[in-house]
T-cell receptor, first 118, second 111 residues
Framework: GAVVSQHPSRVICKSGTSVKIECRSL??????MFWYRQFPKQSLMLMAT?????????EQGVEKDKFLINHASLTLSTLTVTSAHPEDSSFYIC??????????????FGSGTQLSVL | GDSVTQMEGPVTLSEEAFLTINCTYT??????LFWYVQYPGEGLQLLLK?????DKGSNKGFEATYRKETTSFHLEKGSVQVSDSAVYFC??????????FGPGTSLSVIP
């Protein structure tokens, strides 16, 4: 089946530094990818929709200057957490939309990235 | 707005016990309904789905039926195994850019 690779799986960084998370669709092209954030014992919250070749669409309350999203190719989207602070510590998950045709679509999720900001 | 409510966990069951995780939803229109599973240290995986009323999704012994009249999509399994220990998320979608997840229910199955 389709595979979405997310890297790194875990990252620890100092406050004030920036962290880049990659999301790759390994065996299909994805014009649309999504970034979610998951706090402990809570559900996933959609942060933004990443569209290849255009600007990402951010959900209400998500700072676009804080969470930079780039979708430069059909197989790669990146999320950069800029000037990270301890409150940004969370589990970040990406998903990629695989479309066979207009009637067959499926979301595939990455394995997630645990970000810890010290 | 659209929302999903799940029974609170954690749920602890003995092996071979019957499992039910309740899920109810509110939505405008006619959403598709999903159950996702997250095993420890892994990402989400689609477990099953149903796209219209009275559809039954099934996979790996799990089942859920789309009940429009009760706006429910309860997850059931007749005999759970230790390997079923995970967090289960009920979700709805009216389009792929708007997938609404429930809070998740943690299941622990003990031998």
């Amino acid at each position: 089946g389709a595979v979405v690779s997310q890297h790194p799986s875990r990252v620890i960084c100092k406050s004030g530094t920036s962290v880049k998370i990659e999301c790759r669709s390994l065996d299909f092209q994805a014009t649309t990818m999504f970034w979610y954030r998951q706090f402990p014992k809570q559900s996933l919250m959609l942060m933004a929709t990443s569209n290849e070749g255009s600007k990402a669409t951010y959900e209400q309350g998500v700072e676009k200057d804080k969470f930079l999203i780039n979708h430069a190719s059909l197989t790669l989207s990146t999320l950069t957490v800029t000037s990270a602070h301890p409150e940004d510590s969370s589990f970040y998950i990406c998903s990629a939309l695989h479309s066979w045709d207009s009637h067959n679509e499926k979301l595939f999720f990455g394995s997630g990235t645990q970000l810890s900001v010290l | 707005g659209d929302s999903v409510t799940q029974m609170e966990g954690p749920v602890t069951l003995s092996e071979e016990a019957f499992l039910t995780i309740n899920c109810t939803y509110t939505a405008t229109g006619y959403p598709s309904l999903f159950w996702y599973v997250q095993y420890p240290g892994e990402g989400l995986q689609l477990l099953l789905k149903a796209t219209k009323a009275d559809d039954k999704g099934s996979n790996k012994g799990f089942e859920a039926t789309y009940r429009k009249e009760t706006t429910s999509f309860h997850l059931e399994k007749g005999s759970v195994q230790v390997s079923d220990s995970a967090v289960y998320f009920c979700a709805l979608s009216t389009s792929y850019d708007k997938v609404i997840f429930g809070p998740g229910t943690s299941l622990s199955v003990i031998p």
